[in-house]
């Protein structure tokens, strides 16, 4: 680093150890910066930190969601299942930091209440909820985009006198479910992850639905030991392949459309799609599934079908048939058993839409149609998605600019990892990045800040910052392409879950390759215009 006009305690400032927090604080300090990382938890893993709500699990694969940096942790690392729990992968988090000593470099129990710019000295103050106050060349903050936690704007929800729990802030201490009255408000894939999970054990479930989804199998299964041998085998090609590909997924993509065969060709098809794992019914279904309307709803008329034959009451599988959107017009989610859990008698489904919410009370939860008591509500009811962990922050860049202001209308962001007016600030794994399997979208934006730092160190610059003009160009690409893009208006990648949030795209409607090539480009042009 050249000299600082005034010293700073760290080169890179990391807030937040989660999967990308935890890649760019290691690239850091194996390059030789400085370094420190502010996690406002107690523990590392982010994600799999704070939701550790019963059934939550991985609906990447995990050998595909882990890294790829070590091939020695590829090998030293047994996944026991194709998409394994929680417990697993924060298990998993605490090995990486611990193999390659992270630890000693983080600060817990750091929430962070301000970051300001100070132009005189070309570093960031960056202050905590206790006080704490450090000064950073750089910031990357690695704060998630679903990580600030949303609850419904319902009257009451603090007269609730039993245990009630949000699925995003889950305790570390277990919740005792057995024999116990048990509301759960949310089927997003917080939601039916939980239902299934705890349904065997309660006295009584009652779910309360305001938009079913388009829920499909995650199939699941134990990965054996021959199979875990040639997955370590094959370290470098699933290495290459899921760092190269547009999705960040091992998935083969299929060669035909919907309609080039015949209904009993498609249902066929479809049959193996309801058995593939995870995300594979999205990336290898027929190549039209996310541009054609009819495309799409002959998939729909597929999973109704299959919702029928589960679920034997047929007043409750109507009200989990979407109706509002196709299928990825929300973010699909991964199930197992769901549908099944319908079938208990001690499992309720209530409809918001035709009985909406009034208040929580003392005792629970009444709708119009009168009041239900509860021992446990389990809020699963979301995140305010992309920025919401960004300006809860009191960024503050130029002149006191302040990011909730330029950002009042939607995130203006290049490559999603940079804003112009923030010099010397990166936020990878935030809005406008990921758009497939999350950690290895924000590990591309992770070695992109980390380049930019490796140049300036060698070329003795101090300051970073996107000109306007530049950034316009990425922002004008999200704009373009998220018309297109299949995830609708309905769901959060919009914004639509938050009253008042303006309704911009949130991720990158562009994809990996497009994110790649612009930042290979931008590279190559020794960040032309952005240095000084
Ligand atoms: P979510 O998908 O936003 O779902 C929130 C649920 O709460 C929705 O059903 C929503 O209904 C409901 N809700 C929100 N406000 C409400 C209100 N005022 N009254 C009644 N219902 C309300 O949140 P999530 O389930 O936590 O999942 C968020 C994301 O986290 C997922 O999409 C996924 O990306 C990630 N995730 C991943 C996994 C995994 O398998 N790896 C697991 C869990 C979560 P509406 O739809 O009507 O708004």
Request: hydrophobic share 35%.
């Amino acid at each position: 680093m050249e000299p600082a006009q005034s010293p700073v305690d760290v080169d890179v400032l990391v807030v937040g150890a989660g999967v990308t927090g935890i890649y760019q604080l290691y690239l850091a300090r194996e390059a030789g910066f400085s370094v420190l990382m502010l996690e406002a938890g107690t523990g590392v893993g982010g994600t799999w930190y704070w939701n550790r709500y019963p059934g939550s699990r991985y609906d990447s694969e995990s050998y595909t969601y882990g890294y790829f940096f070590s091939r020695e942790l590829f090998n030293n690392w047994t996944w026991p299942e194709v998409f394994t729990g929680q417990p697993e992968n924060e298990r998993y988090f605490n090995h990486v930091v611990d193999r390659f000593d992270l630890r000693r470099h983080i600060r817990f129990n750091a929430r962070i209440v301000a970051e300001d710019w100070d132009e005189r000295a070309g570093s960031w103050i960056v202050r905590a909820e206790d006080g704490m106050e450090i000064r950073a060349r750089f910031v990357v903050n690695a704060t998630g985009v679903l990580s600030a936690p949303v609850y419904p704007r319902v009257p009451g929800r603090e007269d609730f006198k039993g245990i009630a729990h949000h699925t995003g802030l889950w305790p570390k201490e277990p919740v005792e479910f057995a024999g116990k009255r048990v509301a759960v408000v949310g089927t997003g894939s917080s939601g039916v992850q939980v239902i299934p999970v705890i349904a065997d054990e309660v006295a009584s479930l009652t779910v309360y639905q305001r938009t079913p989804n388009w829920c499909v199998p995650l199939n699941n299964r134990v990965i054996p030991a021959g199979e875990q041998a040639e997955i370590k085998a094959d370290f470098e090609r699933i290495r290459e392949i899921v760092t190269s590909n547009g999705s960040g997924f091992l998935h083969v993509p299929h060669d035909r459309t919907t309609f080039e065969e015949t209904r009993e060709q498609r249902w066929a098809f479809y049959e193996t799609m309801w058995r593939s794992p995870g995300f594979a019914k999205l990336s290898t279904n027929y190549t039209d599934l996310l541009t054609s309307r009819d495309a799409n709803a002959e998939w729909c008329a597929f999973l109704e079908e299959k919702y029928r034959s589960i679920v034997k009451d047929p007043a409750t599988v109507e009200k989990l048939i979407p109706r509002d959107h196709l299928y990825a017009g929300k973010r699909p989610p991964y199930v197992t058993g769901y549908f099944e859990t319908f079938n208990k008698p001690h499992v309720d489904l209530v409809d918001l839409r035709e009985t909406p919410m009034v208040r929580v009370t003392e005792k629970g939860i009444e709708a119009t149609d009168g009041e239900r008591e509860f021992d446990i509500i389990v809020w699963a009811t979301g995140f305010d998605f992309g920025t919401g962990a960004l300006l809860r922050m009191g960024i503050r860049g130029r002149g006191g600019l302040s990011l909730n202001d330029y950002w009042a209308e939607g995130p203006m962001t290049y490559l999603g990892v940079m804003a112009h007016g923030f010099p010397n600030m990166f936020f990878p794994g935030g809005p406008h990045g990921g758009a497939g399997n999350n950690p290895r979208y924000n590990g591309d934006q992770s070695e992109f800040i980390h380049g930019v730092f490796e140049f300036m160190r060698q070329h003795h610059y101090r300051t970073v910052e996107v000109p306007a003009e530049v950034e316009k160009t990425w922002n004008d690409m999200v704009t373009l392409y998220s018309a297109k893009q299949p995830f609708g208006e309905k769901s959060y990648f919009f914004g639509a879950n938050i009253p008042g949030k303006p309704k911009r795209f949130l991720n990158n409607p562009g994809g990996r390759l497009l994110m790649k090539q612009m930042m290979a480009d931008t590279a190559e042009s020794e960040y032309k215009g952005f240095l000084s």
